[in-house]
């Protein structure tokens, strides 16, 4: 298994584009979900999904909007990049329950 | 003030030593995390637990409900296990979503 695959890992921006942060498991997990991770802070909530078709805002969603048009995938789209959001930005699943959850390795995001 | 605090901020060990992380939480929780994050790397859960004790190798991890308290363990310290540990917590009725601490940097010299 491949658990949680991000792409890409590393990206640099311009002021004003816009990207899509790819993020897919093999795990069959309900839940998924977007953290970001800035310098000496804790990561933060900015999506998560309980199921296909299903998102909801976390405590950071500005600037940002998601999908989850099946179990496997949950892109995460920046439209009008600022430099606030430059960033590590993780994807995670987890099964209902919450154990087994599993991290992708990041995507650290730099908008100039 | 922060609904999960960590301590401490930064860590130094030699090699061998037992080492102990803290954390302390302010909200009621149905499970709490311990994740292990290597510089430049990705994110590993090591624990979840909502009572009680957990082992796995050289780590150990404890919570005490009542005091609102986990620490993490580590045995037998080795520079291998330099890296930021981070505790994370599910609130109750907010699903499996995660509030983190700011995490441990530990630092084990040979």
């Known amino acids: ?31 998924m979900y977007w953290y970001r991770q800035d310098p000496g802070m804790g990561l933060k909530l900015i999506y998560y999904s309980v199921g296909a078709g299903i998102t909801d805002k976390g405590e950071v969603p500005n600037g940002y909007n998601v999908s989850r048009s099946t179990t496997e995938d949950f892109p995460l789209r920046l439209e009008l990049a600022a430099p606030s959001q430059t960033s590590v930005y993780f994807c995670a699943s987890s099964p209902q329950g919450g154990y087994g959850y599993t991290f992708g390795s990041g995507t650290r995001l730099t908008v100039v | ?48 637990l909502s009572s009680g004790k957990k082992k796995h190798g050289r780590l150990i991890a404890t919570i005490n409900i009542q005091e609102k308290h986990s620490s993490l363990h580590i045995t037998a310290s080795h520079p291998r296990d330099s890296a930021v540990y981070i505790c994370a917590v599910s609130v109750n009725n907010a699903g499996n979503m995660l509030t983190f601490g700011g995490g441990t940097r530990l630092m084990v010299k040979p």
């Not at chain 2, 080492?19 to 499970?31: D, E, K, P, Q, R």
Request: proline share 4%; net charge negative.
């Open chain 1, 1 to 31: 298994n491949a658990g949680v695959t991000q792409t890409p890992k590393f990206r640099i921006l311009k002021i004003g584009q816009s990207m899509t942060l790819q993020c897919t498991q093999d795990m069959n997990h309900n839940y």
């Open chain 2, 1 to 48: 003030k922060n609904e999960v605090e960590q301590s401490p901020q930064n860590l130094t060990a030699q090699e061998g030593e037992f080492i102990t992380i803290n954390c302390s939480y302010s909200v009621g929780i149905s499970a709490l995390h311990w994740l292990q994050q290597h510089p430049g790397g990705g994110i590993v859960s090591l624990f979840m």
